[in-house]
């Protein structure tokens, strides 16, 4: 629950610029939505109605939810109209997502075992998107040769998530928890080594930037989208569970 509420915490850094500038610029708020929906049904399978027993699936991804929701609230407070409405309506569609999974799976299934294997799978879909997320920065290190883009500290405590809540899932043996976050662990150490691989060239490119007296590109990290706009990229941040 420690490793996973500093996890939680890593974007930190990210809203205390929002909020001294006043604005999100072109940042994403996709991450946080897909946390904040992951940590949701986490919370659904942890309730004792559904999967009993699970103190610390439902008390790191409740807090975990609470905390998206502040990240939420600052990123529209600091939108334009369009993207505050959009972010909105997302959230909309996530609650309601969320509360009709929650009302069919009460209703319709009478057992712990079967709500378990519902919610559970549901989990399972949604906890693999939010570890494959870094994938798309995982691909820009190695297209850059730079981890500019791909903090240490996140990448670390992704990979010390993963094993503590693997760990945890053969405590008793809980597939639900392993997959997910055994895929999880598997990525954090691909992004260790990443970092491992390209730090001495990251070194010497922004040596080299810095010697040609070139802005420091590592706050503004950028991709070309369809429509030709530019954005910078988020890594979703997702929670044990």
Not at 108 to 120: F, I, N, P
């Amino acid at each position: 629950n420690i490793i996973s509420l500093f996890l939680f915490l890593s974007p930190v850094p990210t809203f205390v610029e929002i909020v001294k500038k006043g604005t999100v610029e072109q940042y994403s708020a996709a991450p946080y939505l897909a946390t904040l929906l992951n940590c949701m049904v986490w919370v659904l399978y942890g309730l004792p109605m559904v999967h009993p027993h699970s103190i610390l699936v439902i008390t790191i991804n409740g807090s975990g939810t609470a905390i998206e929701v502040v990240y939420i609230i600052l990123f529209v407070l600091h939108s334009d109209k369009k993207k505050r409405i959009k972010v909105m309506l997302v959230v909309l569609v996530e609650v309601i997502f969320v509360a009709l999974v929650a009302l069919l799976v009460l209703t319709l299934l009478h057992s712990t075992k079967q709500r378990s294997m519902a919610v559970g799978i549901i989990c399972i879909l949604f906890n693999i998107m939010m570890y494959a997320s870094p994938l798309s920065v995982m691909k820009l290190v190695i297209t850059t040769k730079s981890v500019e883009y791909m903090p240490f500290f996140l990448s670390l405590m992704s990979l010390a998530n993963g094993i503590a809540w693997t760990t945890y899932a053969f405590l008793p043996f809980d597939q639900f928890i392993a997959i997910p976050n055994g895929l999880g662990t598997l990525l954090g150490v691909a992004q260790v080594i990443l970092y491992a691989c390209y730090y001495k060239s990251t070194k010497r490119q922004m040596a080299a930037r810095q010697g040609k007296g070139q802005v420091d590109l590592s706050a503004v990290v950028v991709s070309e989208s369809d429509s030709g706009d530019s954005k910078k990229i988020g890594t979703a941040v997702g929670g044990g569970g």
